[in-house]
């Protein structure tokens, strides 16, 4: 470090005045419109939002309504009677298809128009959509109809190829192979196709049609003597024309109807036993049915248990016509209580997304209608019984739904508020804030003037950073060379202020020499003169001054008492930020320390250092106090970082006068002198060193007896 000559201590924060309230009567208004702006736009947002939430609510109503009727009219078709009558139906397996029972008693497998027109009608059909074909697995819903299963296969097949009478090999001819699979076993069926006796196969129009006759068992041949089952009847229908485009006749693959009745022996024998008869089968939903038709060499062209089946109608297919949070209940009446067939329950199928705010804020928007569900019911009459149908509606779903939709348009309200407090800022910050402390400083211009140190407070009073080329920088440019004239006619006064002084000193210095000279003659307490030339000594000082400071900071009396040094450290540390020094940590002994020292003046001597350690070190680095409580004499150390002090200079810093002209701020080189006086009055030392990155003021206090309470 380099010490040149003394600098002027610091001075307080600049004194500002308190502007009265007429002069923010118009940034008040300014602030109060751009308010009253950004609470109409969210009230008009709210507004807006109310009124959707009432007529979606209304809408919901009239949909709801028209909802349950479109199911109902569902339900009354045969094919939503199928799926009544089938509410419990079983999914599809890879072992085959469930029977399900059909709106009608029984089938007429034998004519092509009414067995496509009753798959049709009654929707039984299972697709398959990669080549269009489709079965049917159904059985009539009467006991007298013989505990049959129909299937009726659309496909699309190449022609087929009927066994001669008497043949037992089937491998080159073209048949169908049966399974059923029910709780008392499995039963198996081959049935090739044959040319019916009165008629060729080639009907003349190249259309085919023949009989399906089924033989009991399994494989690729006949077992000689075997004979068809008497109630398995088929009969195959083949179109004349191609059904693929681009392939030709004969041997073209054709739109193909087959049509069978297959007869179930565990069936059969349940409903001609003893007892009452029960239909459908109880074990309908453990059965399984599965068909095959392979071509000549063995080659399969249709399984119904692959895979990529779509499934006909059913119940669950009404789940996805609901909204979420509606439930529709479908019961059957009858004699007794309503029995339950089925219970389906939307769901929320929309991926939008709300935020949670605006859905608590939709939930408590007010509106006329207060339910929170709505309720709907319809009867169905079929001709397999009634249902009634009861829709619930969650009109809190409406609510939700909506809020979706007010988080997309949030984003716009959002960006209005936002263009709003932009605006506000731009003319916040760009005009008022400047005029606001164009208005400050003018004002404290003339506050300050009568401040003892006014030179340097206008030097605090600059306005040049706030000049440009728009009005707010003119005004701001002409105020600041208003303010240099001031500074400079103070600047003036102040000289020849101290121009006086140094005079008046001088005149004082020339009178004191005669007064030495009559005091030396009459030095005698007893003469009369003595007590007068006494008087106008002490009048001299007084007005003229007769010690320069180091001699009156010397020369002050220190009243030493009992101090607790851990206390007192600490209270340091925590009040250290209102005299501007930021960032003191004490780490505490955790007991008394109790030392001989006057409280006042040490806080003056603690208060110097540390001043000294702030303008040395680190912006935003600690200054830390340590207490030694080890030694003979109590003591404590102060330490920061930063740039160490020439080791020749260790003791001249704390003579008077000696400072650092290059260090930050500005300094009178008396702070250390200060210290060092008043520890030595105080019985204490101080010193100083280059420690840890830093330096280190280390001070000494005789111990004292601790302070008893009375």
């Known amino acids: 470090m380099k010490f040149g000559p003394l600098d002027l201590p610091s001075l307080p924060a600049l004194a500002l005045p308190r502007l009265p309230l007429s002069a923010f009567r118009r940034r008040i208004v300014f602030h109060g419109v751009f308010l009253l702006l950004a609470l109409a736009v969210v009230g008009l947002a709210l507004t807006l939002l109310a009124e959707e939430k009432q007529r979606a609510r209304e809408r919901y109503e009239a949909g709801f309504r028209q909802t349950l009727s479109t199911m109902a009219a569902q339900l009354r078709h045969p094919t939503g009677q199928l799926a009544l009558i089938n509410a419990d139906a079983a999914a599809p397996s890879g072992a085959g298809l469930t029977p399900v029972v059909l709106p009608f008693s029984a089938l007429d497998y034998s004519d092509p128009f009414?067995?496509?027109?009753?798959?049709?009608?009654?929707?039984?059909?299972?697709?398959?959509?990669?080549?269009?074909?489709?079965?049917?697995?159904?059985?009539?819903?009467?006991?007298?109809?013989?505990?049959?299963?129909?299937?009726?296969?659309?496909?699309?097949?190449?022609?087929?190829?009927?066994?001669?009478?008497?043949?037992?090999?089937?491998?080159?001819?073209?048949?169908?192979?049966?399974?059923?699979?029910?709780?008392?076993?499995?039963?198996?069926?081959?049935?090739?196709?044959?040319?019916?006796?009165?008629?060729?196969?080639?009907?003349?129009?190249?259309?085919?049609?023949?009989?399906?006759?089924?033989?009991?068992?399994?494989?690729?041949?006949?077992?000689?003597?075997?004979?068809?089952?008497?109630?398995?009847?088929?009969?195959?229908?083949?179109?004349?024309?191609?059904?693929?485009?681009?392939?030709?006749?004969?041997?073209?693959?054709?739109?193909?109807?087959?049509?069978?009745?297959?007869?179930?022996?565990?069936?059969?024998?349940?409903?001609f036993s003893q007892g009452p008869r029960t239909w459908p089968p109880a074990d309908l939903g453990r059965t399984r049915l599965r068909l095959q038709w392979v071509a000549p060499g063995g080659q399969v062209l249709f399984d119904s248990a692959r895979a990529g089946a779509v499934q006909p109608f059913s119940l669950q297919h009404l789940g996805s016509t609901l909204a979420g949070g509606e439930v529709l209940r479908i019961e059957r009446l009858g004699s007794g209580a309503p029995q339950l067939v089925t219970q389906l329950r939307g769901q929320d199928s929309s991926d939008e997304v709300a935020a949670p705010w605006l859905t608590r804020l939709v939930l408590k928007l007010p509106s006329s209608d207060t339910r929170t569900q709505v309720q709907a019911s319809e009867t169905v009459n079929t001709s397999s019984g009634r249902y009634q149908l009861s829709l619930t509606g969650d009109l809190t779903s409406v609510d939700r739904s909506l809020s979706a939709t007010a988080t997309r348009m949030s984003g716009f309200v959002g960006a209005m508020l936002a263009a709003i407090v932009l605006a506000w800022l731009v003319i916040e910050l760009g005009l008022i804030r400047p005029v606001a402390r164009l208005t400050q400083r003018a004002a404290a211009l003339n506050y300050n003037m009568q401040d003892p140190q006014v030179e340097r407070r206008l030097g605090d009073l600059d306005v040049r950073d706030m000049a440009g080329r728009d009005e707010m920088g003119i005004l701001a440019s002409t105020l600041a060379g208003l303010l240099q004239r001031v500074k400079e006619g103070v600047r003036r006064e102040h000289l020849r202020n101290e121009q006086e002084r140094d005079m008046w000193h001088a005149v004082g210095h020339e009178i004191m020499s005669p007064l030495q000279s009559l005091m030396v003659l009459h030095g005698d307490a007893a003469d009369p003169s003595h007590r007068y030339v006494h008087r106008m000594q002490q009048a001299v000082r007084v007005l003229y001054g007769s010690a320069s400071p180091s001699e009156a900071i010397s020369s002050a009396s220190v009243e030493v008492d009992t101090l607790d040094l851990n206390q007192f450290l600490q209270h340091v540390a925590v009040n250290a930020p209102y005299a501007g020094i930021q960032n003191v940590v004490f780490e505490t002994a955790g007991a008394p320390v109790w030392v001989q020292a006057s409280e006042h003046s040490l806080e003056d001597v603690v208060t110097h250092v540390l001043r000294n350690a702030d303008r040395y070190r680190p912006p935003g680095s600690p200054i830390t106090l340590t207490l030694d409580d080890r030694g003979a004499m109590a003591g404590f150390a102060i330490h920061n970082t930063g740039p160490a002090i020439d080791a020749e200079r260790l003791e001249a810093i704390f003579e008077y006068g000696v400072t650092d002209a290059s260090a930050p701020g500005e300094s009178r080189g008396q702070g250390l002198f200060v210290a060092r006086t008043y520890m030595a009055k105080m019985g204490g030392t101080i010193t100083a060193a280059n420690a840890d990155g830093g330096v280190r003021f280390v001070l000494h206090l005789p111990r004292a007896t601790p302070r008893v309470s009375a």
Not at 131 to 149: H, T
């Open 114 to 271: 009414k067995a496509r027109q009753a798959v049709e009608m009654s929707g039984c059909a299972v697709h398959w959509p990669d080549d269009g074909g489709q079965l049917c697995v159904g059985m009539g819903n009467s006991a007298y109809a013989g505990g049959v299963v129909y299937l009726v296969a659309d496909l699309v097949l190449p022609p087929a190829v009927a066994r001669e009478k008497g043949t037992l090999d089937l491998a080159p001819v073209s048949h169908a192979v049966v399974r059923a699979e029910t709780g008392a076993g499995t039963e198996h069926w081959v049935a090739p196709f044959e040319a019916p006796g009165d008629a060729p196969v080639d009907v003349g129009d190249g259309g085919l049609r023949g009989r399906v006759t089924g033989f009991s068992g399994e494989g690729s041949a006949l077992v000689k003597g075997s004979r068809p089952v008497r109630d398995f009847r088929g009969w195959l229908w083949q179109e004349a024309g191609c059904a693929v485009p681009g392939q030709a006749l004969p041997g073209c693959a054709r739109r193909t109807l087959i049509s069978l009745r297959v007869p179930v022996e565990a069936w059969r024998k349940a409903l």
